[in-house]
């Protein structure tokens, strides 16, 4: 369980993502609906775009999108180094160019935790430097040695300064090092020197074969404090989340259920539906029997296919309530089944279910969140 000043969160959970103060195509009062307890917001769009003037001047990021339960923001060194121009990396920061109209911007340590402090997000994160993968050893030793460098100063800033709207401000550590087990651990060893409220994997879900995230998955777990939540940044398919719960994880966001959504596949308890597919064309039966959210207790899979046949709006955002329903619905059902003490059981069942209808339709996903 997370505890925030905007509410309690069980765990393990998904944070859906609301890239620029929005999730796409579903409102807040339909998050509410559909059980999100955490969504994630992403400070550098906010910050390039409206700006933290705008945002200071709404009361911060809640009041501004009217999401009254807990945020999570990043920092926005992802984002930097994947979508902007990055024109230069320091000691210091970055430099970069916004992929919006180019212009210059500077972001360090400090400045990440005081545009998070004006967001005013339940829980705050370190900018750290995302390496590329793959990444040799030198280059990622280099990079996770200055992540943590740059994670004190955030802690530092962050203990300096305090929350703008009354509500408490956590403040995550960022564990780097690539695929190599050496850095995971330092980099695991150090944060936890520092002292952070929570701890997340960051630099996974990049490329590397599903092994390599497990793999360092379990080792960052081992060596993280057992009181303290974990968050696996930016993982992923269903099979993913269930084998990294198995491993000690308790957070997660990701872009695949909207994103996915959006391109007309659905998640179901027995496997994707690619609605596009003919055979869908008079199946008057929901998506998922067993969900409870409003597009299956509402449309039929004849119906919904004719929404994306026909490039209708509400296509886009039925199956955007639908897949969020179901990654919620997995977290809190993997929940349950780890408080009956039947989570290998409950696993097991779900993996081969998860495998078992449609056509295992390719999935859109580029590495963690982006500007899609
Ligand atoms: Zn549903």
């Excluded at 962050?158 to 090092?177: C, E, H, K, N």
């Excluded at 084998?243 to 659905?266: H, K, Q």
């Excluded at 296919?305 to 619905?329: D, P, T, V």
Aim: aromatic letters at 8%; proline letters at 5%; hydrophobic letters at 35%.
């Amino acid at each position: 369980m997370l505890t925030t000043d905007h509410g309690d969160v069980p765990t393990p959970v998904f944070m859906p993502v609301g890239t620029q103060g929005a999730v796409k195509a579903v409102e807040p009062r339909e998050l509410e609906e559909l059980g999100a307890a955490i969504i994630l917001g992403n400070t550098y769009h906010l910050y390039l775009r409206p700006g933290t003037r705008i945002l200071q001047g709404a009361g911060g990021l809640h009041r501004f999108m009217a999401w009254n339960r807990p945020i999570l923001t990043d920092s926005g060194g992802y984002q930097v180094f994947s979508l902007s121009d990055l024109r230069g990396l320091s000691e210091e920061g970055v430099e970069f160019r916004s992929h919006i109209d180019g212009s210059p911007h500077r972001l360090t340590p400090e400045g990440a935790v005081d545009i998070q402090r004006t967001l005013g997000s339940d829980i705050m994160m370190v900018l750290d430097e995302c390496p590329p993968y793959p990444c040799d050893e030198e280059y990622a030793s280099r990079s996770m040695n200055l992540s943590l460098r740059w994670a004190r100063r955030c802690k530092e800033r962050a203990d300096s300064t305090v929350p703008l709207y009354g509500s408490g401000q956590a403040l995550f550590g960022i564990i780097q090092g690539s695929t190599i087990d050496r850095l995971r651990e330092a980099s695991t060893r150090g944060l936890v020197d520092i002292g952070f409220d929570g701890y997340a994997i960051g630099g996974l879900s990049v490329g590397e074969p599903a092994s390599e995230m497990y793999r360092i998955t379990e080792l960052c777990t081992a060596a993280m404090p057992v009181n303290q939540p974990r968050y696996l940044m930016g993982v992923g398919t269903p099979e993913n989340i269930l084998e990294s719960i198995d491993r000690g994880i308790d957070m997660f966001d990701c872009v695949l259920p909207t994103r996915n959504g959006r391109n007309a596949l659905f998640f179901s308890r027995s496997g994707r539906v690619n609605i596009r597919n003919a055979r869908y064309e008079d199946d008057f039966g929901p998506i998922d029997p067993e969900c409870a959210c409003y597009t299956c207790r509402t449309f039929s899979r004849a119906y919904l296919r004719h929404l994306f046949k026909a490039r209708e709006i509400a296509g886009l955002q039925l199956a955007s309530i639908h897949n969020l329903s179901f990654y919620c619905w997995l977290t809190r059902s993997a929940r349950e089944a780890i408080l009956a003490g039947r989570y290998h059981a409950w696993k097991t069942a779900m993996l081969q279910s998860l495998n078992g209808m449609d056509e295992q339709t390719p999935l859109t996903h580029v590495g963690g969140d982006s500007a899609s």
